[in-house]
């Protein structure tokens, strides 16, 4: 639990250059510096760190559980609560236009609706009477 994108993918937390080559304080504080102590230190932290890279497909396949059960419950909590209304015929209704050629005028994020119509029957396209003003 509690795992980052970097160390489900690369198995580790990230380090920066430097503390590959200058020991830092964490590493420091977990030893006391003294070569022998350095070296079993830096074997023990091998061997975990092996441990870790085995144990990795185990915490992607978790994750993966997870996000995938926390999808099924949003799905769930939505279609509980989501209510259907079928157009009912004289239903005023908005439809979408479909541009055949790349206009500059318009953003891509600008909806494109154009005039209102009546819902006559059915969920066709060919059911929709226009309004005149």
């Given at each position: 639990?509690?795992?980052?994108p970097f160390s489900l993918i690369f198995g580790?937390?990230?380090?920066i250059p430097v503390e590959l080559d200058v020991?830092?304080?964490r590493v420091e504080n977990a030893s006391t510096f003294d070569?022998?102590?350095?070296l079993d230190w830096?074997?023990?932290n091998e061997s975990a760190r092996r441990f870790k890279l085995d144990l990795l497909?185990?915490?992607?396949?978790?994750a993966a559980f997870r996000?995938?059960?926390?999808?099924?419950?949003?799905e769930k909590y939505y279609n509980k609560h989501v209510h259907r209304r079928p157009f009912q015929q004289g239903d005023l209704v908005l439809k979408l236009k479909k541009q055949r050629w790349p206009r500059h005028d318009i953003r891509k994020t600008q909806l494109q609706l154009g005039r209102p119509f009546r819902h006559l029957q059915g969920t066709r396209p060919q059911h929709l009477q226009t309004i005149k003003a």
């Open positions: 639990m509690g795992q980052t580790g937390e990230a380090l020991y830092s304080p070569p022998p102590a350095l830096q074997k023990q497909e185990e915490d992607r396949e978790l996000q995938t059960e926390h999808k099924r419950r949003i």
